[in-house]
């Protein structure tokens, strides 16, 4: 390792670089440009799949919406044109059938109301539902708590409302907590206060009311509006949305066959595709990134290849006063791998400084489509090496090239 620290080598290397300024800069940004493109776009991979996962926060993503249509197919007696009601028993019947692929069931009603809290007022969705429909789209509350087992056991009248809602409903720095609301000139206790969890809000700004409570005040008894199903892990989530719909077909008295009498939303299958975008993108982003560094690299191997040739008298005197092949070998392959080191640092530096410039830019606020465009440092030291690694191996061709030279041939060289 001595020859690392020899002045004399590094003499030669800078006397090098120094004669061939024009194509040295030429393949310094060629192998500047492969890192740098690497870590450019593995940083806005991660950056869109940071996106995608703040878009649906808390949002449990293998999930199902079904609700009901009219038929578009006579069976059973029945005419076409039919429209019917999800029920509670289908909600049992769906829990006993499905338990293992079932992770979460939610029967939920909904309807809009004007809601009154002393002399303000809005117009605003009211939603009966069970607690569980929080650990499918977990609710990031402000003040107070969710929905519990006992306030639907009790048909309690209490209400967990949005943000929004209590800004337009109470003055400002008055807390919420404890005070009544009138929903269809009833009263109700606000319990709770909420935000979003996610851009992704399929309520909207709610007002949330116990299952039973909505059941007893509107009259449904045991209808259900629609459901969300959320299948366990590993579940093949369009497997059970098809099997989830024959099912309810058949309680129902519909055709197999028919298209009309249940709608249904596969939030699981959309994320699945975009995934799948993700990953491609990923897999692109390294094949692009790798076939440019090897490109980068070869650059340089051709250019020490010709300096070999250009140096190929100079190798020659070195090698009549003494100098040993391992000597010249090693200060080719140093120049080398000198050279892919200075153009792998720069290359990072310059990706670290593009991807803050887009974090400033594109990664900030509500609507981000990047967030927090990074690159994992481990990632960035195994490039780095391979960089080394392959500037190394690249450095072994025009190295071998230099010591096969027997020196009179070398001196006579034009």
Do not use: C
Not at 29 to 52: K, P, S
Not at 369 to 377: E, H, K, R, S
Request: hydrophobic content about 45%; aromatic content about 10%; glycine content about 8%.
């Amino acid at each position: 390792m001595s020859f690392l620290f020899d002045s004399d080598t590094w003499q030669e290397i800078y006397g090098s670089i120094r004669k061939n300024k024009v194509r040295t800069s030429i393949t310094i940004i060629g192998v500047l440009w492969g890192i740098f493109l690497l870590v450019v776009l593995l940083g806005a991979a991660r950056g869109m799949e940071n996106g995608f996962n703040k878009l649906f926060g808390n949002f449990a993503t293998n999930s199902v919406f079904i609700f009901t249509g009219s038929t578009d197919t006579p069976f059973k007696g029945f005419q076409e044109g039919r429209r019917f009601r999800l029920n509670m028993n289908d909600i049992k019947v769906l829990k006993s059938e499905y338990e293992e692929e079932i992770k979460f069931l939610a029967p939920r009603n909904r309807t809009s109301n004007l809601i009154v809290h002393d002399f303000k007022s809005g117009n605003f969705q009211v939603s009966g539902d069970y607690p569980i429909i929080d650990k499918i789209q977990k609710k990031q509350l402000l003040y107070g708590r969710f929905l519990n087992n006992n306030d639907i056991v009790n048909a309690s009248k209490v209400t967990v409302i949005s943000e929004d809602m209590y800004k337009q409903l109470f003055d400002k720095d008055v807390m919420p907590i404890g005070e009544y609301i009138k929903i269809n000139s009833i009263n109700y206790k606000v319990i709770g206060v909420y935000s979003p969890s996610s851009r992704i809000n399929i309520d909207g700004d709610t007002a949330f009311i116990p299952f039973s409570t909505y059941s007893r005040v509107y009259n449904t008894a045991d209808k259900v509006d629609w459901m969300v199903i959320t299948a366990n892990e590993g579940t093949n989530i369009e497997q059970m949305e098809s099997d989830v719909l024959l099912t309810l077909k058949g309680l129902h008295n519909v055709h197999p066959e028919d298209k009309r009498a249940f709608g249904s939303f596969n939030l699981g299958t959309q994320i699945a595709k975009f995934t799948g975008f993700l990953t491609g993108i990923q897999f692109l982003t390294w094949f692009v990134g790798i076939a440019t560094l090897i490109a980068g690299v070869f650059a340089i191997g051709n250019i020490l290849v010709i300096t070999v040739k250009e140096r190929t008298q100079e190798i020659g005197i070195r090698r009549a006063l003494g100098a040993t092949p391992k000597s010249i070998r090693q200060q080719i392959i140093l120049e080398s791998v000198f050279l892919t080191t200075i153009a792998g640092m720069l290359g990072i530096i310059l990706g670290a400084f593009v991807l803050y410039i887009i974090d400033a830019n594109f990664g900030q606020g509500p609507d981000a489509a990047l967030v927090n465009p990074t690159v994992n440092i481990p990632i960035i030291m195994i490039a780095f090496v391979t960089l080394i690694v392959l500037g190394t191996l690249i450095g072994l061709i025009p190295a071998h090239m230099a010591t096969v030279v027997r020196p009179i041939e070398a001196l006579r060289e034009e």
